[in-house]
């Protein structure tokens, strides 16, 4: 177990809508990190907050943005769904060095 | 395109074989880590080498690095059917970010 929660699972939704990707990161660890693992693109980096503040930003879509609150939980939240956007989102977190933990990811279907 | 590219894509192999994969990578570093994912589960962090080091063991694995040729391996020694996974080598530069290579599959068989 990492110690990195994210909620839910699961999730299948329809074309057009917005969920919300939950994800609580280790005890103590103020930056969080999003990627989306897909079979056509592999792992790509999404986001990253620091203490409440975005840090980094990779191949992040404009449908798509993200938050992390004053208790360190970050959300992830996709909108205008497209069948594309159907993949693993995971979450990782680290206390600022190198390594990262990740949680065991939401799979999104989006039909 | 992905810093890290893995080489082979996909391997199997036998129980008590040695496994090896490969990464290349195209620009400097301050360290280079191998990760692990069961199927359809969160990645989990392996070893990590620093841009300094040219090579580093973990138990049954041992990483290399050499930056002149950009390239990292990690090899798993006396491999067993629980190391079925996908590896993945992830690139870390300045930026604090970890950019991943697109992994490879390995099966142990039993």
């Known amino acids: 177990d990492s110690g990195v929660t994210q909620t839910p699972k699961h999730l299948i939704t329809a074309t057009g809508q917005r969920v919300t990707l939950r994800c609580s990161p280790r005890?103590?660890?103020?930056?969080v990190y999003w990627y989306q693992q897909s079979l056509d693109q592999g792992l790509q980096f999404l986001i990253q907050?620091?203490?409440?503040?975005?840090?980094a930003k990779g191949n992040i879509l404009e449908r798509f943005s993200a938050q992390q609150f004053p208790d360190l939980h970050s959300e992830l939240n996709l909108s205008s769904l497209e069948l594309g956007d159907s993949a693993l989102y995971f979450c990782?977190?680290?206390?600022?060095?190198?390594?990262?933990?990740f949680g065991a990811g939401t799979r999104l279907s989006v039909l | 395109s992905q810093q890290g590219e893995e080489d082979p894509q996909a391997l199997s192999i036998q129980e008590g074989e040695n496994a090896t994969m490969n990464c290349s990578y195209k620009?400097?570093?301050?360290?280079l880590q191998w990760y692990r994912q069961n199927s359809g589960r969160g990645l989990v962090h392996l070893i990590l080498?620093?841009?300094?080091?040219r090579e580093k063991h973990s138990g049954r694995l041992r990483v290399t690095l050499d930056t002149s040729k950009k390239s990292s391996s990690l090899l798993i020694t006396a491999s067993r059917a629980a190391d079925t996974a996908s590896y993945f080598c992830?690139?870390?530069?300045?930026?604090?970010?970890?950019?991943f290579g697109g992994g490879t599959r390995l099966m142990v068989k039993p």
């Open positions: 990782a977190s680290s206390a600022g060095g190198d390594i990262q933990y």
């Open positions: 005890s103590g660890d103020l930056s």
């Open positions: 907050y620091y203490n409440g503040e975005e840090r």
């Open positions: 620009t400097s570093i301050n360290n």
């Open positions: 080498i620093r841009s300094n080091e």
């Open positions: 992830a690139i870390y530069n300045a930026g604090n970010m970890l950019t």
